[in-house]
């Protein structure tokens, strides 16, 4: 697509975009203001805001009426218990989501991975045909086609069924007042961002009634997945959250495309921050000296 006179470019959602996809975007308009939004920015991002490429504007408020969404971290051994909390709030009337890394067994992450991680299939069988047997629970994930999983949200949003049982696919774009609750399974294979946005699905009713995000993880996986997920039951600030990210993965390429890891930095390093300010005040003043001469 071409524009005569592109003047403004919003990417929302921004973290779900690649570099090389934002720069393509960019290039239509090579004189174009751009605002990119995210609940929590990319390490990447975060990093050129210290560098001064990027300017900061934060919202740090909800909505009227609404409640910091309590997080709370669990073991697998605790997965019953989560359940027959799940069940006493649907019966009175809340809504929930349960939200699996993968459809099936058959998730190509690798066969040592796929076989250790609890599918949304698995998973929906036994919730059925067990402890939420009494309620209406739907299945959703990415490879139904646009009809059916239209019917399945309409269903969810309508309040016609209580609970969803799905993949990732509902990280963005559901706005269901009735969903207070959201169980992540196998918590510590999603990063920080993703949690954090499926989080933002419930509590969205503004009553003032608690929602609650369950992060169901093995205590024995690497030490940095765990450290994400207390990170997110310490706090609800996305961009707090974000920092934490930084510090985890690292700034990636700030002049190529990789959005995490760590550079190769001689002298001093992505996170020195005190460092950094005073470079970019620095680079400043030298500019203005040039360009008033």
Request: net charge negative; charged share 20%.
């Amino acid at each position: 697509m071409r524009f005569q006179r592109l003047g403004l470019i919003i990417v929302d959602e921004q973290h779900r975009f690649g570099v090389s996809q934002r720069e393509a975007l960019a290039a239509k308009g090579p004189h174009a203001d751009i605002v990119v939004m995210t609940a929590t920015p990319i390490p990447r991002s975060l990093a050129l805001t210290l560098y001064g490429d990027l300017d900061i504007s934060t919202l740090d408020q909800l909505p009227a009426g609404r409640r910091p969404v309590r997080t709370v971290v669990r073991g697998p051994a605790q997965r019953p218990q989560v359940i027959e909390f799940v069940a006493q709030e649907l019966a009175q009337g809340r809504q929930a989501y349960f939200v699996y890394p993968m459809i099936d067994g058959s998730a190509t992450a690798g066969s040592a991975t796929a076989g250790s991680l609890k599918s949304a299939a698995s998973a929906f069988d036994e919730l059925t045909a067990g402890p939420l047997a009494d309620f209406d629970v739907r299945f959703l994930h990415g490879r139904m086609s646009s009809a059916d999983k239209a019917a399945v949200m309409g269903a969810f949003s309508d309040g016609e069924c209580q609970a969803l049982v799905c993949t990732s696919v509902v990280e963005v774009g559901l706005d269901v007042p009735g969903a207070t609750i959201m169980v992540v399974e196998d918590a510590d294979r999603f990063g920080l961002a993703q949690l954090h946005q499926l989080r933002g699905r419930v509590g969205r009713g503004g009553e003032g009634i608690q929602a609650y995000c369950i992060l169901i993880a093995d205590g024995g996986t690497e030490e940095t997945a765990m450290q994400r997920l207390q990170v997110l039951s310490e706090t609800n600030d996305g961009f707090r959250i974000a920092q934490e990210d930084l510090e985890l993965r690292g700034p990636g390429e700030l002049q190529g495309t990789r959005q995490a890891g760590m550079p190769s930095f001689l002298v001093a390093g992505p996170l020195d921050e005190d460092l950094l300010m005073a470079a970019r005040e620095q680079a400043k003043r030298m500019t203005q000296r040039v360009t008033n001469a």
